[in-house]
């Protein structure tokens, strides 16, 4: 039987990636994170075009995890693949030295750009080689997305990520995944959780509202109607900041807690 604590996944981007952004010495690396927090499952995310393939030497580093699911297209700031399928064979590839490896995403896919150039007939080809190799598909969704004709696109997919962009948003969290939950269709739901405000604001979140966050997140989590919740990020996990204590605290309280 799964534990809450086995549900609990890692946005993970290397280690010091948001220091010029938050103005914060961070030096957590995803597997660091792993060790503090005992979430050993982790998201592998290119930011700023910081991990390019091949994946190798990265799948090798990152095998100490237990689950890895990896950026097929990284970030709104990495630039996008050459290759019609993105970074998709490159992931595949990294199979042959790590075996923790069990699915990949679109980070930041729903703009323009994006959606022009891998349209829903190329993303069921992404699809398509992911799941021949055993490897879901994962999107990310922002709360000012969910009101987007996104059907033919969401249908590419095995699964969403839900992240709600500034913290003062998260008071209209239950309104947000109500909707979620039609756009989804049934499919697996992640639902992604800021250790930082990244957002104009630029600063901690409110200690209140992360709470009031992660305690509904993990009810749902409990009473099985989404898969997971993510924290963005290891990046910032060394941070002095009241966001990693509560999630330290959260973990301690509940992370043993059976999900029959």
């Not at 010029?20 to 995310?45: D, H, L, Q, V």
């Not at 022009?116 to 999107?139: H, I, Q, S, Y």
């Not at 996104?150 to 947000?176: A, P, R």
Request: a negative charge.
């Amino acid at each position: 039987m799964a534990k809450l604590i086995d549900k609990l996944w890692n946005w993970g981007h290397l280690e010091g990636s948001h220091n010029e952004y938050t103005k914060m010495n961070c030096n957590m690396t995803p597997e660091g994170f792993a060790e503090e927090y005992g979430i050993k499952n982790s998201f592998i995310i290119s930011y700023g075009g910081n991990i390019q393939p091949p994946f190798d030497e990265f799948a090798k580093r990152f095998s100490v995890l237990n689950e890895v699911k990896w950026s097929v297209l990284g970030d709104a700031s990495t630039p996008l693949p050459e290759a019609e399928l993105g970074n998709t064979q490159d992931v595949i590839d990294a199979l042959a030295v790590s075996g923790n490896i069990t699915g990949g995403i679109v980070d930041d896919f729903f703009s323009p750009e994006r959606m022009e150039r891998f349209t829903p007939e190329v993303l069921m080809k992404m699809k398509k080689a992911l799941n021949a190799k055993g490897l879901d598909f994962w999107c990310v969704l922002y709360n000012f997305q969910l009101d987007m004709d996104l059907d033919k696109y969401i249908d590419c997919f095995d699964g969403i990520t839900f992240w709600i962009w500034e913290c003062d948003n998260i008071v209209n969290m239950e309104s947000y995944i109500e909707k979620l939950f039609d756009i989804a269709k049934g499919k697996p739901i992640m639902l992604g959780m800021y250790l930082w405000d990244y957002s104009k604001k630029k600063g901690p979140m409110d200690s209140a509202l992360f709470e009031e966050q992660l305690s509904y997140y993990f009810h749902l989590l409990l009473s099985k109607n989404i898969e997971g919740v993510i924290y963005c990020s290891s990046t910032i996990g060394d941070a002095d900041l009241e966001t990693n204590r509560i999630l330290k605290k959260y973990i301690n309280l509940y992370g043993d807690a059976q999900i029959d």
